[in-house]
């Protein structure tokens, strides 16, 4: 596990102590990708982690610390009540019908099981700054895609861009489904962004962090 590291997970891990005290002895994380993100939130956490995504391409030194699989956000394998929290990072966005998925996280979540759910922010001015993948072209480019999309009324995730959700959209769906919702992309940004405090602080002030997050961070419990 000293093998996987990942300075970004590892103050979310921190985060997420700091939000939700109980202990976590079974966590899923939904959308995984490769799993390093799901093996270094079992060894931070101290938790049995199972990662699900649609695509198996799983990191090898990460399959022996979490338990990855395929999976469907949609249609979960589990039973009901089966975790203490449930993890999703920048994966709501890509799922068909994420109001069906929240639905399923709820079912598989413990009573007073805890959530952290993350998304791009549909109403940012600028992404893709923190990516750990891609160039600084790429990420130019990506971010003129994007405008191009909102030009022609499609920055949206069912028309294949990389929209997310606003923060009241996400907090809106989020309230539908679990009995607690607390925005908490303050406290991440200006945790991740530690160095710049200050302006993480600043720009987390209505309206700013409306245009200037980048992504949005919620977390709760069932």
Not at 43 to 56: K, M, T
Not at 106 to 135: D, M, Q
Request: hydrophobic fraction near 40%.
């Amino acid at each position: 596990m000293h093998a996987l590291t990942d300075a970004k997970t590892e103050k979310v891990a921190e985060i997420i102590r700091s939000v939700y005290p109980d202990p976590i002895e079974r966590m899923l994380v939904v959308g995984c990708g490769d799993g390093v993100e799901a093996a270094i939130l079992a060894h931070e956490l101290g938790a049995r982690v199972i990662g699900i995504d649609v695509v198996d391409a799983f990191h090898e030194i990460a399959s022996q610390a979490a338990d990855l699989r395929l999976g469907d956000a949609t249609d979960l394998e589990f039973e009901d009540d089966s975790f203490d929290f449930v993890f999703s990072y920048h994966a709501l966005e890509h799922i068909s019908d994420p109001d069906r998925a929240l639905r399923e996280i709820h079912r598989v979540l413990r009573p007073g099981g805890g959530f952290w759910i993350g998304t791009p922010n549909r109403t940012r001015l600028v992404g893709y700054i923190g990516a750990k993948k891609g160039t600084l072209s790429d990420k130019v480019r990506w971010n003129l895609s994007d405008y191009s999309a909102r030009l022609k009324g499609k920055f949206r995730n069912e028309y294949g861009a990389h929209a997310g959700f606003s923060s009241r959209e996400l907090g809106s769906m989020l309230s539908a489904v679990f009995s607690v919702v607390n925005d908490v992309s303050l406290l991440y940004f200006t945790t991740i962004y530690s160095r710049y405090q200050w302006a993480a602080g600043l720009a987390g002030k209505r309206p700013l962090a409306d245009y200037i997050y980048p992504s949005v961070y919620f977390s709760g419990r069932k």
